[in-house]
């Protein structure tokens, strides 16, 4: 029991009652409860995923273990009155396309191209940065810093033209729908909007930041049903490969969960990629299976 939270066994009368749920977690402050997982998540290295209701408040949390899942039913109130509002899950992904984001050398790649392979969730790799990259406007504009600047990487352009990289990527959005519609299955987009929102990430030297106007810009971009974030512990990081400092992982990692609370998809998926990708992608199904 703390001040934002009381947890108890599911002993509930109907309609407060939450079906296979391991403990019910009466809550206090909604934001200050996801925080607090998301902060021991990170720093404990372990997986979890946040589910949302049809009014997008918090109805569930399942926190992934090796062989299980514990599953923590969520009621917003005090314990000594009754539930504010009765818990109904949100379980059915009908997804169309599911970002994929976490800084380089989180493994995305990898758990993208295992989760497409096999065959249990039918789905095909996108480039987020294929959404813009390829706009006419992009390519005009890469061709004239090009002159300019002649070792000016599309990574560093992206950087600093990140508003117009976002606002581009915006405009060609029904593009990823009409991809969808032509292929089979979900997209399993790598990256997304959130990374156009972050500076400076990859810079040796400068501390990365949000976009000064990043709150309201973050409720423009298309928003999933699901988002999988992923993240690791730098050390690991580092070794996979060795181009973001460890205060800009942190501040990424800080970043990325601060846009999906001011503008929150039904679902959250964090995995924390210090396990392997076999275990990674049955965290992933058994969450979007809903158990």
């Not at 372990?46 to 062989?67: A, N, P, Q, T, Y």
């Amino acid at each position: 029991e703390t001040e934002n939270i009381f947890l108890g066994k599911p002993h509930l009368a109907p309609p407060f009652a939450l079906q296979n749920t391991s403990f019910v977690l009466w809550v206090f402050d909604e934001k200050k409860l996801a925080r607090e997982i998301f902060e021991m998540a990170s720093t404990l290295a372990f997986s979890f995923g946040i589910r949302r209701d049809s009014k997008g408040i918090i109805s569930e949390i399942v926190i992934f273990l090796e062989e299980t899942s514990v599953r923590l039913g969520c009621i917003f109130g005090f314990a000594t009155q009754l539930p504010l509002s009765k818990t109904t899950y949100n379980t059915s992904f009908g997804h169309t396309f599911i970002p994929v984001i976490g800084p380089d050398g989180s493994g995305k790649t990898s758990l993208i191209c295992a989760i497409a392979k096999d065959g249990a969730f039918v789905s095909q790799p996108f480039r987020f940065k294929g959404l813009y990259r390829k706009s006419f406007a992009y390519q005009m504009m890469a061709f004239v810093k090009k002159i300019t600047y002649k070792n000016l990487d599309k990574n560093e352009l992206d950087n600093q033209y990140n508003r117009f990289c976002y606002i581009t990527a915006c405009l060609r959005f029904p593009f990823l729908k009409t991809q969808h519609l032509s292929s089979k299955g979900t997209l399993l987009v790598d990256r997304y909007f959130y990374d156009c929102l972050i500076k400076d990430v990859r810079h040796p030297t400068k501390r990365a930041y949000l976009d000064k106007f990043w709150k309201g810009m973050v409720r423009w971009m298309p928003k999933p049903s699901l988002l999988v974030h992923l993240d690791a512990p730098y050390a690991l990081i580092r070794a996979r490969r060795d181009e973001v400092s460890e205060e800009n992982i942190h501040v990424y990692r800080e970043s990325v969960f601060a846009l999906y609370l001011q503008n929150p998809c039904s679902s959250y998926l964090y995995l924390n990629t210090c396990q392997d990708v076999p275990t990674l992608r049955s965290f992933f199904h058994r969450f979007v299976d809903g158990i």
